[in-house]
């Protein structure tokens, strides 16, 4: 592949980070190529756009004041960085060969593509754990009361001065149930154990709240729903089955929020040689967007365990092409 056909910025996935990463990339002139993904389950719904394709209501992101649809946002961030040239292409990366020797990187699309770019930026997000339940998926997908973000959703009309259920046992779960404890009625923690795995002070944090129990040995086997005034299907249950007794019981519940972890969307990247941290997150050793290969850069949740906010995931962004832009300059390659 000759120099002239080779991008100089390639983003891969396109939620809050790859979208503002490819604002800024279009805007600096280095006529960016977003790979946007395509649809698929693993187990859950991954979409172009990322989690934010699965929140109804987005009410804490600056400039929103009214709120604002993840989908209609999403939308919005694209049709702005097409606005400035940005190239959209609906297929996946399947596999890349990154170079420390100043050639270009190579990637290989799921069209069965091959692709060279000067610099890459990795921001293909990460993906919550769920239960893997049928009306678990259909409620997360059509806003009816699933979720896999307390600190996104928890603060929303339809949950507040409500029951709310939270499944899971370790610290993300203690943190998710202690942030609902501030506007649900009642919040109910659902653990398959019979003890916690979080650590003792984020425990004691979350029991002390006078709205907060734990519903031990017990896991979520279905979601019940029923219709509002609307017509939407929003959640009214959930069936839990004692992992002892095999017996079955009804929590009702208005909001089921799922905190068993999340999945860095790495696979593609597994054996390139790029650097992880201990929970699998590409590894940014500073606060620039660097990895261990010159020209590879990786902005949001995909190397972001802490956080996993559309707007720390939009600043990554900025950041990765903010870094590229540098990067090609002091190469010589803009």
């Not at 809050?16 to 960016?32: C, E």
């Not at 293909?124 to 600190?151: K, P, Q, Y």
């Not at 720390?312 to 300059?329: K, S």
Request: one cysteine or more; glycine letters at 12%; proline letters at 4%.
């Amino acid at each position: 592949m000759s120099e002239s056909n080779v991008h100089n910025v390639v983003i891969i996935g396109s939620g809050p980070a790859g979208w503002t990463a490819a604002i800024y990339a279009a805007r600096a002139n280095l006529d960016p190529v977003v790979y946007i993904g395509v649809p698929k389950q693993d187990p859950g719904p991954v979409l172009p756009g990322g989690q934010l394709m699965l929140t109804t209501d987005v009410e804490n992101f600056p400039g929103f004041p009214e709120g604002i649809a993840g989908p209609e946002m999403m939308a919005k961030f694209e049709a702005q960085a097409k606005r400035f040239g940005t190239t959209v292409v609906g297929e996946d990366i399947t596999t890349c060969e990154f170079s420390n020797d100043g050639s270009p990187h190579t990637l290989h699309t799921s069209g069965g593509k091959t692709i060279q770019a000067h610099a890459v930026i990795i921001s293909t997000g990460a993906t919550a754990n769920w239960i893997g339940l049928e009306s678990e998926m259909r409620l997360a997908r059509g806003g009816g009361g699933v979720s896999a973000c307390a600190v996104c959703d928890g603060a929303l009309p339809m949950f507040r001065d409500q029951h709310v259920a939270v499944v899971g046992g370790g610290d993300s779960a203690m943190e998710e149930a202690t942030y609902l404890t501030k506007f649900a009625s009642k919040v109910s923690i659902i653990h398959r154990r019979d003890e916690l795995r979080a650590s003792k002070v984020m425990q004691e944090r979350l029991l002390s709240k006078d709205n907060a129990e734990v519903l031990w040995n017990k896991v979520v086997v279905d979601c019940l729903s029923e219709t509002d005034q609307h017509g939407n299907e929003k959640i009214r249950a959930v069936v839990l089955e004692d992992t002892q007794s095999g017996e079955r019981s009804e929590l009702e519940v208005k909001g089921l929020f799922v905190a068993i972890g999340h999945t860095p969307a790495t696979k593609f990247i597994k054996d390139t040689g790029l650097e992880f941290n201990e929970k699998g997150y590409i590894d940014l050793k500073t606060r620039s967007s660097a990895t261990n290969f010159e020209g590879v850069f990786a902005a949001g949740d995909v190397a972001d365990a802490k956080y996993r906010q559309a707007i720390t995931a939009a600043g990554m962004g900025c950041q990765a092409a903010l870094d590229a832009e540098h990067y090609l300059g002091d190469k010589g390659l803009i």
